[in-house]
């Protein structure tokens, strides 16, 4: 029973940076305890030093925060936690824990670097002297002088210039449960995880439900404590980024509202510039070598519903292409599906079998269609667009894609994320990053022989070879 009562969450703590249990023992030898003890509990006996002060955001201000405002309320939201209240100043392990969330808050730094620069000389040790951290020489600098305004003795460590590339813990956030393109996220997802792997960064994916996105993200945070992290096609409100705090956050597809962004941590948007959509299709429709197949009269624009929110890029996409049609006196049918997969491709087959064109907003349905046209004996070559440019599906069956540039935009978060650390997040300010949508075209001297070849009969079981 008390087992079971231990393991329950206190919620004046849940969500926020405190410390892991069970390393008080391993830490009463470090050096920095005996500094604590010599050094402040006589001046605060004595007056000379208030171990709390009363903290406003002009203080984080000047005192190196990039995000005052955000530095000052998650201070006061810990010192209003049971455990914030019931610090007591003549115990060194309730100054040490002040003296951490003070960092975490001023610096922006995580949990665990704050632990490591007040371990000191004495981490470098335990680690067989390699100097290798998770800060570099300048946040070093900002952490000295952070630990000296608050009257904290400063650690000792010894001076390196390490220039490392990011290498902690990203964690993406997305919804994993209905959705309307599978293909495009687990694409990305795993776009992100090969650029994590080539930069010696630990990955971990996260589902956020559309419900209660906050509560999730917050979880999170308080237990894995990542560095850095992507919103896959979420768009997070007020609570969301109370939730991620100073990390660094990088959204992907997000509606397009910059107003709503500029507050920290979000460093950027990466969104599709969807403008040449018009220019590609008028491209693609008006190209000798699709007039010697068809010449489009009617088309079929196949998608999910609009969502109908501000700035959503869905909805974007579906007007350009209805847009770009008409302007081409191609008549368009804009025909709504359930969702992306391979199961609605015959039931659009069959409510327009005669159509001249299908545009689809995903690669999945596009084949579907495909096979549909080559099951019933008519002509399939550039009749048929898709979305994504994915290798498995539009690449694989050499039909007309539009690409999003996945793999870039999966170069485009470290790329950031790089110069975050870089410039010791004092440079985070929202900015919006376009890739531009590409139409690659199907060859004509591509296409995949769906012809079965019979094999050579061993046994009374006859074998076709449909690779």
Known sequence: MKRQKAKQKNPDTEGLNDEPTGKEKEREDNPYYTKLREKMLGPIQQGKIDPFPKMDKAWFLEHGSSIPAIALKQYTRWRNTKMGRNLSPTSVEALRRNLIQMLICAVGVKYTTADIYLRGEDYSFRKQGRTRTRFSSRTLTLLNDVTSALGYPVPDWSPHTEDRPWSGRLAIFTELSSLPSQRYHFDLIRAIAHEARNNHCLCSVHEVTRDEPARDISQVMCLFDP?????????????????????????????????????????????PNQRPIKSCLKEFID?????????????VVCSVDREGTEGSIRDVRIGLVLMALEELHVTPTHCIVPDYSFSHAVRVFQAFPDTDLYVCLSDQLAVGIKHCL???????????????????????????????????????????LIEIVRKERRAIGFRELGITVRLQREKDDGYPDHRCKRRDQEGIHPTFDLK
């Open 227 to 271: 560095d850095a992290a992507v919103l896959l096609r979420i768009t997070p409100n007020q609570e969301c980024l109370d939730a991620l705090g100073s990390t660094p956050t990088i959204l992907v597809h997000a509606d397009r509202r910059p107003g709503l962004y500029e507050y920290p941590p979000i460093a950027c948007n990466i969104v």
């Open 287 to 299: 190209d000798p070598d699709t007039q010697k197949y068809i010449k489009p009269r009617t088309a």
């Open 374 to 416: 080559m099951a019933s004996g008519r002509e399939y070559k550039r009749r048929v667009v898709g979305w994504d440019n994915s290798r498995q599906y539009a690449q694989a069956e050499n039909i007309t894609s539009f690409d999003q540039g996945l793999e870039e935009i999966a170069g485009t978060v470290f790329e950031k």
